[in-house]
Antibody, heavy 119, light 108 residues
């Protein structure tokens, strides 16, 4: 079964750091681009970052550039999002997602990991 | 960045009615690289439509997508109780992969 499972969410103080993980199974992880998308409470979906299958190409939304780092370990079939200098505006449900069977569109999503930035 | 504007913000309809959701892009989307997603409370988004008009695997045929260039539409021909949710369009022509702000389809 194709599956993405996020972990690592939680409560963190402003200015703090957190690392999210997304464990993939059921497909050849190293062959696919992976993305992070977030949804703040009461707001819409916002694309955060992506990384190419071999890890050679990454990009970020302006709102997280310089603070967040996306990476992957293809030997462990795991995607990561290192989040530094967190602020209340980063409070959101974070989803990993990927275009597997369909070019470009995200046809597989994880269940999400909640990040709350608060003192 | 490509900006996607969805309208209306909220659609109040009854089961069995037809829903028409709009998504307008700030520039033409080559190859119609536009997708529609459905999201229900407490769930991850689900892909409905890709390439502006192709249904994803397992999506009922009451969902249809149309449009090209800058104007796109998601139509739900007859609303079922499980269709009341928030719907997002997304472009995958270029990075950042922007989403529209969403249209909430609520029970009237």
């Amino acid at each position: 079964e194709v599956q993405l499972v996020e972990s690592g969410g939680g409560l963190v103080q402003p200015g703090g750091s957190l690392r999210l993980s997304c464990a993939a199974s059921g497909f050849t992880f190293s062959s696919y681009w992976m993305h992070w998308v977030r949804r703040a409470p009461g707001k819409g979906l916002v694309w955060v970052s992506h990384i190419k299958g071999d890890g050679t190409n990454t990009n970020y939304a302006d709102s997280v550039k310089g603070r967040f780092t996306i990476s992957r370990d293809n030997a462990k079939n795991t995607l990561y999002l290192q989040m530094n200098s967190l602020s209340a505006e980063d409070t959101a449900m974070y989803y990993c997602a990927s275009p597997l069977a369909v070019y470009g569109a995200f046809d597989i999503w994880g269940q999400g990991a909640m990040v709350i930035v608060s003192s | 960045d490509i900006v996607l504007t969805q309208s209306p913000g909220t659609l109040s309809l009854s089961p069995g009615e037809r829903a028409t959701l709009s998504c307008r892009a700030s520039q033409s989307l080559s190859s119609n690289y536009l997708a529609w997603y459905q999201q229900k409370p407490g769930q991850a988004p689900r892909l409905l439509i890709y390439g502006a008009s192709s249904r994803a695997t397992g999506i009922p045929d009451r969902f249809s997508g149309s449009g090209s260039g800058t104007d796109f539409t998601l139509t739900i021909s007859r609303l079922e109780p499980e269709d009341f949710a928030v719907y997002y369009c997304q472009q995958y022509v270029s990075s950042p992969r922007t989403f529209g702000q969403g249209t909430k389809v609520e029970i009237k």
